[in-house]
């Protein structure tokens, strides 16, 4: 059998134009409509053509590179300057513009603001074209690396340990020294210890800086190449990164919007992103449901009291945990007398209260009322009696709890599991993100933001086509 050869010094008669290699239905065309749909003013994009000094590479471009290079998991500036020489859509897209790696990241750096900005267009152009109800928004996060190391991560016991070990080697040098300097045969190996000498006193005053930086700062933790990251734990183990965070709509799981926080876990996140959701779409929306990390009482009364239908599973509820013998539900509250009532008649009164983390405990007035009881051993092991901890929203709580059980919660929030979790996919899987390339909260924001507008796009294109998508966009 033949085999087909190809022959690289065939001469060819190519068409006039680059364009014209560029078919009306690739997905390039619909990236750079998108992007000459957006508004500069609202971006926050200056856009100046009479500036002085030499000519800069139009701003609209860099951006379309970005965006489109985001799209296909080409995010960094080397691969992106490569693409733009040998790959024919980012030719097409640039209009034969090839900015070099350093303006590439440059642009990137300052222009944090705008990446931030575009998601918040496009959002609008989806409820725009009907994409978007938000009725319903759904709220997640995910860990994602920083550009950062865990081993320059620093805590106060960890600086303690080092400053202890560095006093210890600072006083032994100071000692060899002395000795040495004694004897002036060896003027050679003194010079050489006070330079040791000298880089121990210097990661002292380094450490130092950093147990101030955690007193001030009032961290747990602080990492020196990004000071803002946190130890995030995931699937593979405990990484220097952020919480990204996303809301994203019922009808067609479009992403609403999207943020990242330094914090370890969504505990204190569902209010913050359902508002940020809200005020994106200019509308307060009607049900807001997350998993049961983001079950802080505090946080889901907070989007409760503004009218909204809050579905949130508890702990106990999302890892259907049955319940203990003896457990709270068991105990008769009483209102009025704000006591509880055990199984056995006995009554246990508040004894004090916890401001911080929001509750009360109760505990039985006679231990030995629990020490005599048949059910010592089941209900509690304490030679002090049982306690029982009462939240301030306990009520909120139970209801809370009561309504997740319905059907019509169960339905949510299993859709929820549908919409969600398929944008992290695209991001981690098809995009190829596990890290971060900016350092800093604001830079990942701005990165985060462009993630979520790329699939996005990804979602526009698979429901209504490049032409078509494209003459919206240009109409």
Same mark, same amino acid.
């Given at each position: 059998?033949?085999?087909?050869?190809?022959?690289?010094?065939?001469?060819?008669?190519?068409?006039?134009?680059?364009?014209?290699?560029?078919?009306?239905?690739?997905?390039?065309?619909?990236?750079?409509?998108?992007?000459?749909?957006?508004?500069?003013? #609202?971006?926050?994009?200056?856009?100046?053509?009479?500036?002085?000094?030499?000519?800069?590479?139009?701003?609209?471009?860099?951006?379309?590179?970005?965006?489109?290079?985001?799209?296909?998991?080409?995010?960094?500036?080397?691969?992106?300057?490569?693409?733009?020489?040998?790959?024919?859509?980012?030719?097409?897209?640039?209009?034969?513009?090839?900015?070099?790696?350093?303006?590439?990241?440059?642009?990137?750096?300052?222009?944090?603001?705008? %990446?931030?900005?575009?998601?918040?267009?496009?959002?609008?152009?989806?409820?725009?074209?009907?994409?978007?109800?938000?009725?319903?928004?759904?709220?997640?996060?995910?860990?994602?690396?920083?550009?950062?190391?865990?081993?320059?991560?620093?805590?106060?016991?960890?600086?303690?340990?080092?400053?202890?070990?560095?006093?210890?080697?600072? #006083?032994? %040098?100071?000692?060899?020294?002395?000795?040495?300097?004694?004897?002036?045969?060896?003027?050679?190996?003194?010079?050489?210890?006070?330079?040791?000498?000298?880089?121990?006193?210097?990661?002292?005053?380094?450490?130092?800086?950093? %147990?101030?930086?955690?007193?001030?700062?009032?961290?747990?933790?602080?990492?020196?190449?990004?000071?803002?990251?946190?130890?995030?734990?995931?699937?593979?183990?405990?990484?220097?990164?952020?919480?990204?965070?996303?809301?994203?709509?019922?009808?067609?799981?479009?992403?609403?919007?999207?943020?990242?926080?330094?914090?370890?876990?969504?505990?204190?996140?569902?209010?913050?992103?359902?508002?940020?959701?809200?005020?994106?779409?200019?509308?307060?929306?009607?049900?807001?449901?997350?998993?049961?990390?983001?079950?802080?009482?505090?946080?889901?009364?907070?989007?409760?009291?503004?009218?909204?239908?809050?579905?949130?599973?508890?702990?106990?509820?999302?890892?259907?945990?049955?319940?203990?013998?003896?457990?709270?539900?068991?105990?008769?509250?009483?209102?009025?007398?704000?006591?509880?009532?055990?199984?056995?008649?006995?009554?246990?009164?508040?004894?004090?209260?916890?401001?911080?983390?929001?509750?009360?405990?109760?505990?039985?007035?006679?231990?030995?009322?629990?020490?005599?009881?048949?059910?010592?051993?089941?209900?509690?092991?304490?030679?002090?009696?049982?306690?029982?901890?009462?939240?301030?929203? #306990?009520?909120?709580?139970?209801?809370?709890?009561?309504?997740?059980?319905?059907?019509?919660?169960?339905?949510?929030?299993?859709?929820?599991?549908?919409?969600?979790?398929?944008?992290?996919?695209?991001?981690?899987?098809? %995009?190829?993100?596990?890290?971060?390339?900016?350092?800093?909260?604001?830079?990942?924001?701005? #990165?985060?933001?462009?993630?979520?507008?790329?699939?996005?796009?990804?979602?526009?294109?698979?429901?209504?086509?490049?032409?078509?998508?494209?003459?919206?966009?240009?109409?």
């Amino acid at each position: 059998m033949a085999y087909r050869e190809g022959e690289r010094y065939q001469l060819q008669l190519f068409p006039q134009s680059i364009d014209e290699y560029v078919s009306v239905e690739d997905p390039v065309r619909a990236y750079d409509a998108f992007v000459e749909h957006l508004d500069p003013s #609202e971006l926050g994009m200056i856009l100046d053509k009479h500036q002085v000094g030499p000519p800069a590479y139009d701003p609209k471009a860099m951006l379309k590179l970005l965006v489109y290079g985001c799209a296909y998991g080409i995010r960094s500036s080397r691969k992106l300057e490569r693409a733009t020489h040998h790959n024919l859509s980012f030719i097409w897209l640039m209009g034969e513009l090839k900015p070099d790696h350093k303006t590439i990241a440059r642009f990137r750096r300052d222009n944090r603001d705008v %990446l931030k900005n575009v998601l918040k267009q496009c959002v609008r152009f989806c409820m725009k074209m009907g994409l978007i109800q938000g009725n319903t928004l759904f709220v997640d996060g995910t860990k994602i690396r920083g550009n950062a190391a865990i081993h320059e991560t620093w805590t106060k016991k960890r600086c303690a340990k080092a400053l202890a070990r560095s006093d210890k080697q600072i #006083e032994a %040098l100071l000692q060899e020294c002395e000795s040495t300097d004694a004897e002036e045969s060896r003027g050679a190996s003194l010079v050489k210890l006070e330079g040791k000498l000298k880089s121990r006193e210097e990661l002292k005053a380094k450490i130092e800086g950093v %147990l101030e930086s955690l007193k001030v700062q009032g961290k747990e933790s602080i990492n020196l190449t990004d000071p803002d990251c946190v130890k995030v734990k995931g699937r593979q183990g405990t990484h220097a990164g952020y919480n990204g965070q996303i809301v994203v709509d019922e009808k067609h799981g479009f992403i609403v919007n999207s943020d990242v926080v330094a914090e370890s876990n969504d505990q204190r996140q569902f209010s913050s992103q359902i508002e940020q959701a809200n005020e994106v779409l200019g509308q307060p929306c009607e049900t807001a449901c997350g998993d049961a990390g983001y079950s802080s009482t505090e946080e889901l009364k907070r989007i409760e009291d503004q009218g909204i239908t809050v579905v949130v599973p508890s702990q106990r509820q999302a890892h259907d945990l049955p319940p203990k013998p003896f457990n709270k539900s068991v105990f008769e509250y009483d209102s009025e007398g704000d006591s509880y009532i055990c199984p056995e008649g006995h009554q246990l009164r508040p004894v004090f209260s916890d401001l911080d983390r929001g509750h009360r405990i109760y505990q039985i007035s006679k231990p030995s009322l629990c020490l005599s009881c048949p059910h010592y051993g089941v209900c509690t092991k304490s030679k002090q009696g049982r306690r029982i901890r009462r939240l301030k929203n #306990e009520v909120f709580k139970i209801a809370l709890e009561a309504r997740y059980k319905q059907p019509w919660s169960q339905g949510i929030y299993s859709l929820r599991k549908q919409r969600v979790e398929h944008p992290f996919g695209h991001i981690k899987r098809n %995009l190829g993100v596990q890290a971060f390339l900016l350092r800093g909260l604001q830079g990942v924001k701005a #990165e985060m933001s462009l993630f979520a507008s790329c699939f996005n796009m990804v979602r526009m294109i698979n429901l209504m086509g490049v032409s078509t998508l494209v003459a919206r966009l240009t109409s």
